[in-house]
């Protein structure tokens, strides 16, 4: 890189830190903020930042906004410092995707990160750091702007006072002291639904700080804007490709899907309704209905009367099960496979909330492992109908039965592709995700899928990826279960020379599908 290149990278940055001019100058009364004016005036300058992973498919999601010129947005490092992230795509709102695979700036103390882009910005310009004290106690007030659970713009109110030390962040999670005055924030606002990342803002639309999420805290914290200047200037005056960010010091807590989590109550209506929707109408769930049946006559008088009792028949719409699969249940298990896998997601999911979601996604994928042939080929069958719809919309719950086939190597990592039951499409699944079933740790060689083994499969279909030279829909996966041997290997897997594909009989483990009867967690 020639000196004047550097010298224009870094002057950019300097620029970044100096801009006054592209400030943001809302509207105040008696000094306190205008949230209106300060969203409309900062929501063009603030974007989504996605950390593209080795497939194509978003890691993580935060928040970044443009600074000074328009030449750098910043935003958060944990967010982007992930394995197998080497480019992100930002979005403004209502604008195009911008890509990004460079950065100017990366400071592990401060956790923050100055994406470059190929193109400055010059409208709207970007937003200028402000210099506003903080250390009385009634605090700063603020606003805070960013992408609501990664997919709108919102605002929220509160104040910010002065909170702990980068070195008393460090006595508490044994790291090394940092170094430096780096005081963090204390950010009193309810922002939590706010991707990392999101700047707060003075009554004169100026970053105060930058809201991020340290795991372990009782509270949000924000990087204050005089670490921010301090870390764009004492920079290195080249760009760097986003696969040499350095790890940040602090755990911070990201964002990896974006979209509205499913809260507790939401949950428990789908797992309801996949319990209501499964019980068989006629017997209500018993298996057999009652009849009347003549087991013999009385004889009284001159008169002849039959005998009449109550006898028990097996339902004829759920042959004795007690369950049937009928149109449009299917619906209720994605719903109830999504909801589970965003709490499992969501790290402000609550311990007790998050093992009942686990409790009743393994109680259902068990059971699916014993249902009945006419429930379990409905199930399959709308399964496949609705992974068959040209991948339908992503993200989308998924629940199937599904075959471990080959695993393969891409771009360092390991996936392994799944069958599903009467369907063409394959699944991919990181394959460390098939070491043990839910609600089992990962004790010997017999807990983990091999290939050729079935499984019933719960998860959220993230979108369309290629690997080994094949299409197939990723599955962030909540949980799997042993299901029923519905088939063995296709043909060209079978007896293969490829050691690595050949088939290895399953070994015999009790808790594998088959042996009991499915109660569908209590139904």
């Keep these: 890189m020639t000196v004047g290149l550097q010298r224009m990278i870094h002057l950019g940055l300097v620029a970044a830190v100096l801009a006054a001019g592209a400030a943001v100058m809302a509207a105040a009364v008696d000094g306190l903020p205008d949230p209106i004016e300060i969203r409309k005036a900062a929501t063009p300058r603030v974007c989504l930042v996605q950390a593209d992973g080795p497939l194509g498919l978003p890691e993580a999601y935060a928040t970044g906004f443009l600074m000074g010129a328009g030449k750098f947005v910043i935003t958060d490092l944990a967010s982007l410092a992930r394995p197998g992230v080497e480019r992100v795509t930002i979005r403004f709102e209502g604008g195009k995707p911008i890509r990004s695979d460079k950065f100017g700036m990366a400071d592990p103390t401060t956790g923050l990160v100055a994406v470059a882009l190929e193109e400055p910005m010059k409208e709207p310009g970007g937003l200028s750091l402000s210099t506003a004290a903080t250390t009385d106690a009634e605090g700063l007030p603020i606003n805070v702007v960013g992408w609501r659970h990664g997919v709108q713009v919102n605002l929220t109110t509160g104040r910010v006072v002065n909170g702990v030390t980068a070195a008393e962040m460090a006595e ?29 803002l003075d009554a004169e639309g100026s970053v105060v700080g930058v809201m991020t999420n340290v795991a372990g805290m ?26 040499k960010l350095p790890d940040p010091i602090w755990p911070v807590t990201v964002m990896t899907l974006a979209g509205e989590p499913m809260n507790a109550q939401e949950y428990a209506g789908a797992v309801r309704a996949v319990k209501a929707q499964s019980r068989c109408d006629v017997c209500r769930g018993k298996g057999h209905i009652m009849v009347k049946k003549v087991v013999g006559h009385n004889r009284i008088g001159g008169m002849v009367r039959p005998i009449v009792r109550q006898m028990p028949r097996q339902c004829k719409k759920c042959g004795g099960d007690g369950i049937v699969c009928g149109k449009g249940l299917y619906d209720y298990f994605r719903r109830m496979a999504e909801g589970a896998t965003r709490l499992g997601a969501n790290p402000g999911t609550n311990a007790s909330v998050l093992q009942a979601a686990e409790a009743n996604t393994l109680g259902l994928l068990s059971a699916l ?34 075959q471990r086939l080959e695993t393969v190597r891409e771009h ?13 499409a394959p699944l991919v699944v990181p394959t460390d995700v098939l070491d043990h079933p839910l609600g089992q740790e990962k004790r010997s ?3 983990t899928a091999g290939l050729g083994d079935w499984i019933v499969l719960a998860g959220l279909a993230r979108g369309s990826v290629r690997v080994s030279g094949q299409r197939g829909v990723f599955v962030e996966t909540f949980g799997w279960y042993w299901g029923p041997n519905l088939g063995g290997l296709p043909a060209h897997l079978r007896d293969s020379s490829d050691p690595a594909k050949r088939h290895e009989p399953r070994p015999p483990v009790p808790t594998k599908g088959g042996d009991g009867k499915p109660d569908f967690f209590g139904l």
């Design 172 to 200: 508490r999670y044994g790291v090394k002291d940092p170094g430096g005055e780096v005081t963090f924030l204390t950010l009193r606002s309810p922002a939590q639904t706010l991707a990392v990342g999101a700047p707060v």
């Design 218 to 243: 009782d509270t949000l914290l924000a990087v204050p804007a005089g670490a921010l200047r301090s870390a764009l200037l004492s920079a290195e005056p080249s760009l760097k490709p986003l696969s």
């Design 369 to 402: 492992g014993k249902v009945g042939r006419s429930y379990r080929e409905g199930l399959a069958q709308q399964a496949a109908s609705d992974l068959g719809k040209g991948g339908g919309k992503f993200p989308r719950g998924v629940v199937v039965y599904a």
């Design 412 to 424: 360092g990592n390991q996936y392994t592709v799944l069958g599903p039951y009467k369907s063409s």
């Design 445 to 447: 060689k017999n807990s």
